[in-house]
């Protein structure tokens, strides 16, 4: 972590960690989010906008990747139906994991082929952030 030069900030009952490395790549940001999950024994979650097109979280408890999301499944490239599907938001385990309402993690965390069938990547970043109690 320290390698990666980061502003840590608390927020609540979160801590935010940011760094223009993890900005940069969002590999970088999963594995430094997993890695704080596994050595904290704690949820962690990674949200960000990759491209300025899509948001994707990650959602780490104890290490383990519990959920994923993104907002495009398949932005980069077709999948199989049921990996398309299991990138939409489990909106039980965010709420189990966060405190987040899962009925407004329905409406808020939704899915479409294209960008432009939701709102604006940043507005849906914090749309979902805020929802999962979570500094932009």
Known sequence: VLRLEPDVEVEGNWVRVRSDATDADPERLKALAKELSYTMA????SLGVQRGAVVRYDLFERGSDVDEYQSVPEY???????????LG?????????TGADPHRVREVAR???S?????????LYEEIA????VQP
């Open 130 to 133: 805020k929802v999962m109690g």
């Open 76 to 86: 980069y490239g077709p999948l199989p139906p049921g990996d398309a599907y299991s």
């Open 42 to 45: 704690g949820v962690v979650v």
């Open 111 to 113: 899915t479409a082929a």
């Open 89 to 97: 938001a489990n909106a039980t385990v965010v709420g189990r994991l």
């Open 115 to 123: 960008p432009g069938d939701l709102p604006p990547a940043r507005e």
